[in-house]
């Protein structure tokens, strides 16, 4: 694995691995026999127990329904979730599900300090890595996952201003723009319908109004792309009329 290796990310997940150490799961902490072993539920009652790695990433995917306790959980397997990250495993969104859950941003404050400094520093380092452990792509729906919002993840890419997250925008637009362009689907029982409201409204906005414009000043950017950021700027009903 290509390690993500800056002192900044270094001492954001050793923050992480010092404020929860000792964590444990609820002490009736059932979890799902469908899904896991009795063993392996007690691993996570107990504080001193070593996780399997494969085990720690299962349980980062699970929705907080699954456990009795689904905060207590992800806290407990957290240090070693940010090592594996920073350690370059290849992350995805499922990753950040168990996080996003949690609400961890209503922990007390030195627990809310180390998981947004962590979730912060390993966006920024994969941001400024010109060939990241994994894609921009996985890395920003990672964060976004676990942050519960995109928000915090656009902001800091404003900051980041460099050519080599310049470059990391332009690849992020272009695998995102016709997904971007085309309705926002949900599936119900009656089918699928347009989702109302579009869950991707503050990407598209924040494309349109901030990355748009960087790339075009970038002035390398394809024609093609160019003309598709023009029809992302129109109206949802118009925006395939015409192309091409």
Do not use: K
């Not at 929705?63 to 990250?85: E, F, K, M, N, Y």
């Amino acid at each position: 694995m290509n390690r993500l290796t800056t002192p900044e990310l270094t001492a954001a997940v050793a923050r992480v691995a010092e404020v929860f150490a000792g964590q444990a799961a609820d002490p009736q902490e059932t979890g799902c026999l469908f899904c896991y072993g009795e063993e392996e539920i007690a691993w996570l009652r107990d504080p001193d127990a070593a996780l399997p790695d494969e085990f720690v990433l299962q349980v980062a995917r699970e929705v907080p329904s699954h456990w009795t306790d689904g905060a207590a959980v992800i806290r407990r397997i957290l240090p070693r979730l940010a090592a594996l990250a920073a350690e370059g495993a290849h992350v995805s969104d499922a990753w950040g599900l168990g996080l996003g859950g949690a609400h961890w941003q209503q922990w007390p404050g030195h627990r809310f300090d180390a998981v947004h400094a962590f979730l912060d520093t390993y966006w920024s380092a994969a941001l400024r890595a010109p060939w990241p452990a994994h894609t921009v792509f996985d890395a920003f729906a990672f964060c976004a996952q676990a942050h519960g919002s995109p928000a915090p993840c656009l902001a800091r890419w404003e900051s980041e201003t460099g050519p080599v997250a310049d470059a990391h925008l332009l690849d992020f637009v272009e695998y995102r723009i016709d997904d971007l362009l085309s309705a926002a689907l949900t599936f119900t029982p009656q089918g699928w319908v347009t989702a109302d409201p579009r869950p991707d409204a503050d990407l598209i906005s924040w494309v349109l109004q901030y990355a748009g414009p960087r790339i075009r000043t970038r002035g390398d950017a394809d024609p093609d792309l160019l003309y598709r950021l023009d029809q992302l700027a129109l109206p949802e009903d118009r925006r395939w009329a015409d192309m091409p």
